[in-house]
């Protein structure tokens, strides 16, 4: 079985993140220009089937986390966090517009659209920190669809992840955030 551990770090955001004392391979990707690095980001974390060799599964960890003591679980479509805060796409976007992490507009926008499509309340949150994924079609075509979900709409991947994931038929556990980790302060703030 093959799997690789990756990040990025674009626009020197975050200090270098490292993987010591791992079983598995280890990719950073690091770009320091580019026209919108928090897109980027987002595409390289979407879409590890564009951005890495052939593997049977990617892991997903944010340049700002240290892993400490993870367990890896390669049972499931995708393995994620929860949110430790919110269950609930709604209340998430509410919070990103407070915390002007997107443009509210936007935010709303999509939000009424999930809402006239019968998504319901507290149907789960995802800290998108960390995410191990199968490399099936099944999870790929879930990636590319979340991808074009998020670079149409709100940039917030935490906002579409669930939604779009109601759409296809993943085996996905959601475990509690930072296990096995350490978050550290960014480097640079936005």
């Not at 320091?32 to 049977?56: C, G, M, Q, T, V």
């Not at 949110?83 to 002007?100: F, N, Q, T």
């Not at 191990?132 to 099944?138: F, L, Q």
């Not at 074009?148 to 939604?163: A, T, V």
């Amino acid at each position: 079985m093959k799997v690789i551990i990756y990040t990025a770090n674009i626009g020197d955001y975050d200090n270098e993140f490292s993987v010591e004392n791992s079983d598995y391979l280890f990719y950073r990707i690091s770009l320091n220009k580019y026209s919108n690095p928090r897109l980027l980001a987002r595409e390289i974390k979407i879409k590890p089937h564009e951005f890495l060799p052939n593997h049977d599964y990617s892991i997903w960890i944010d340049s700002n986390l240290q892993m400490i003591n993870p367990n890896f679980d390669f049972n499931y479509d995708i393995v994620t966090w929860k949110h430790s805060e919110r269950d609930c796409i709604y209340d998430e976007g509410l919070a990103c517009v407070r915390l002007k992490k997107d443009n509210p507009e936007t935010i709303f926008k999509v939000l009424q659209r999930y809402r006239e499509e019968d998504y319901p309340n507290n149907n789960g949150l995802l800290n998108s920190s960390f995410m191990i994924r199968r490399n099936s079609a099944k999870v790929r075509n879930f990636c590319e669809e979340w991808w074009n979900e998020l670079k149409n709409n709100s940039i917030r991947d935490q906002l579409s992840f669930n939604y779009i994931a109601s759409k296809h038929n993943l085996n996905i556990l959601y475990k509690s955030a930072y296990e096995g980790f350490r978050k550290l302060p960014h480097k640079h703030h936005k």
